[in-house]
């Protein structure tokens, strides 16, 4: 069930990575970076403004659905999340009567963002907890095209960095009525104690889901505030293209097996459960680490083939730095904080996730002044690492999760031979441009893929051979 799952949820994450790669090379070509700038600081508070009123809901959520596979709490998540909204409505606009440098159109905008994107992600982390990839997949796809659709119309129209965050606020609310209207079963009604159960575990975890979306924001936010909006749309898709790729794919081995983890230990299976967490590991590094690989290695010929000629040496200068820092980041997000949801101890991932953010906050304003955008990315960089080993040191009194090292060592020696591969390619070929890119992907993919097929990882020579193996008494007629 895990590779067959898993298999769906890549694809439901690989595609809208896809079509959000093109975005991102089509946006930086169209827009300039002041005006991509104003889609960075938009989308950045609409993260902020999701995590202080909806991470809650998605959290308990993501627990106790899949957990309880028999009952249902849409009904009361729904009721949550009109509250939510009805309390987001009223008191977010106060902020221009505080503050009148904030621009009212950027601020609803964002306002609007965040709630078609949380809704939609509400409705997901249900298809997710109940086990139903296929439909997973076509929301997500359909809210990824249907984003890019409106954001291109946006551009064309003339609306620049405001008419970005429309888009994506409208492809979001695409995927709310495909959720709503393919989903032909009963919801249950409101119920209060299901609503006491979510809002205990959830409601701590407000301040983590907060402290995240500040620090996932933060970097560009003080960016924009020390170096201006170009600087910011800069070093936003520097820090977009690791998002776009490595996040993404990641997020789909967490839906692949974060419930099925959930669903063993509700069930006291707690072999299976260490078992579970260790496939966890090895899928999350085999997908991630050459994605790293080669965005770091081959940054001068992503940035030069893939962004806007005024993006190309910033974005090319701060990639390997920010894929590293990225790689630390999904280590700690999709694999040690299971430990914290498994031992119910949301305030330790509060307590890690809001030392992260503080000492983001430091290591910006006293690298960027000094290094330019360079100290953004170095501080994002140290963030990561000292959030990682922070996470490390609490997960041992929570609920450890297994680090089996004979499977890590494989994909490091095919990630080994992918970098190898990479870097030979890429002093043979020379130049930035597509063909570059093209010969460069090929060298580090095939050696990659060769390495691990020797070594086994993941099961993928014994998973290969039983596939054909199959095929060929089909083929037979045996």
């Known amino acids: ?3 067959r799952h898993f298999s769906i949820y890549l694809v439901a994450y690989i595609l809208p990575a896809a079509v959000g790669f093109f975005a991102v090379t089509a946006y930086t070509r169209l827009l300039s970076p002041a005006e991509y700038g104003v889609y960075v600081v938009g989308i950045s508070l609409a993260g902020i403004l999701g995590a202080i009123f909806f991470a809650w809901i998605k959290l308990s959520v993501s627990r106790y659905q899949a957990m309880s596979a028999e009952v249902d709490f849409r009904g009361t998540a729904m009721v949550a999340f009109a509250l939510t909204t009805a309390v987001l409505c009223a008191t977010t606009p106060l902020v221009v009567l505080f503050r009148s440098d904030v621009s009212a159109e950027l601020l609803l905008a964002s306002m609007f963002v965040a709630i078609m994107a949380n809704a939609v992600d509400v409705g997901q982390e249900f298809e997710r907890a109940k086990l139903r990839p296929y439909r997973f997949a076509a929301i997500s796809i359909v809210r990824s095209v249907a984003s890019v659709g409106f954001g291109l119309l946006g551009i064309w129209l003339g609306w620049g960095g405001i008419g970005l965050l429309a888009a994506f606020g409208l492809g979001s609310l695409a995927g709310i009525v495909l959720n709503l209207v393919g989903d032909r079963t009963g919801i249950a009604r409101f119920q209060r104690s299901q609503f006491m159960q979510l809002a205990r575990y959830g409601l701590p975890l407000t301040l983590a889901g907060l402290s995240v979306a500040v620090y996932s924001a933060c970097d560009r936010l003080i960016v924009a505030y020390l170096l201006g909006k170009d600087a910011a749309g800069i070093f936003g898709v520097a820090a977009d293209l690791p998002r776009q790729f490595m996040v993404m794919i990641a997020s789909s081995v967490a839906a692949a097996t974060v419930p099925l983890v959930f669903r063993s230990l509700s069930e006291n299976h707690g072999e299976t459960t260490r078992e579970r967490l260790t496939e966890s590991l090895e899928l999350l ?6 994605v790293a690989v080669w965005l770091a290695l081959a940054a001068d010929q992503v940035a030069g083939t893939l962004v806007g000629i005024d ?15 990225r790689f630390f980041g999904i280590a700690n997000q999709f694999y040690v904080q299971i430990s914290f949801q498994l031992a119910e101890r949301p305030f330790m991932l509060a307590m890690q996730s809001f030392l992260t953010l503080l000492v983001s906050v430091i290591l910006m304003f006293a690298l960027i002044p000094a290094y330019g955008l360079y100290g953004g990315a170095l501080a994002t960089l140290a963030t990561e690492a000292i959030g990682f080993l922070v996470a490390l040191v609490l997960m041992r009194r929570a609920h450890p999760v297994p680090f089996e090292l004979n499977r890590i060592a494989g994909v490091a020696v095919s990630a080994a031979a992918m970098a190898a591969a990479i870097l030979t390619a890429r002093s043979q070929a020379g130049g930035t441009g597509f063909v570059s890119l093209v010969i460069v992907s090929l060298a580090g993919g095939l050696a990659y893929a060769a390495a691990a097929w020797l070594l086994n990882v993941a099961n993928v020579r014994t998973l290969s051979l039983r596939f054909l193996r199959t095929l060929n008494r089909r083929a037979l007629g045996v």
Do not use: C, D, E, I
Request: aromatic share 4%; net charge positive.
């Open 285 to 290: 590094l085999v997908v991630v680490a050459p």
């Open 311 to 325: 993006f190309r040496a910033g974005v090319s200068a701060l990639l390997p730095t920010l894929v590293l820092a």
């Open 1 to 3: 069930m895990l590779n």
